[in-house]
């Protein structure tokens, strides 16, 4: 029996659409998410043949514990560099902050950043959470701002 070419044509297109729709749902890929601001500049960098200086304003130095809420980024005795942040407006989604609370201090990234009537504040979660922070984190509980990793 023998079947008109334009009804093959449709029918490998169909084929070739579904295949290709296939290989599109089976390949799940993570959503984008946002990126630290970059916090140290070029010219605060200086690389000797014995040592690395980073001048910094404000910095502090931070041991991480674990908690594995920022896993694989931060986990048990990491040592973060954190940076005083100027004001709230500095502080953009994307950035990890050290924020107190009466469990300690967390280490989060914030995910959405908002306003009030107490005004600024700032959703967090950890990379490695399902869920965001329950808390609303205010610029008088932050700490300061992870600006650098250190293994």
């Not at 579904?18 to 601001?37: C, D, G, H, N, Y």
């Not at 107190?100 to 959703?123: A, E, M």
């Amino acid at each position: 029996m023998k079947y008109p070419l334009g009804i093959v044509s449709a029918l490998l297109l169909i084929i070739l659409a579904i295949f290709i729709l296939t290989l599109s749902v089976a390949q799940p890929t993570s959503p984008e998410r946002k990126s630290p601001q970059d916090w140290l500049k070029e010219y605060q960098i200086h690389v000797y043949q014995d040592k690395v200086i980073l001048s910094l304003e404000d910095a502090q130095w931070a041991r991480v514990t674990n908690t594995n809420s920022m896993d694989p980024l931060l986990d048990e005795e990491s040592n973060v560099l954190l940076i005083t942040p100027k004001n709230p407006e500095s502080i953009a989604t994307g950035d990890i902050i050290a924020y107190s609370t009466p469990q300690g201090t967390i280490i989060h990234r914030v995910i959405q950043r908002g306003h009030d009537q107490k005004g600024i504040y700032y959703i967090t979660q950890g990379d490695n959470a399902l869920e965001q922070d329950q808390d609303l984190i205010r610029f008088t509980d932050i700490q300061g701002v992870v600006m650098g990793v250190l293994y």
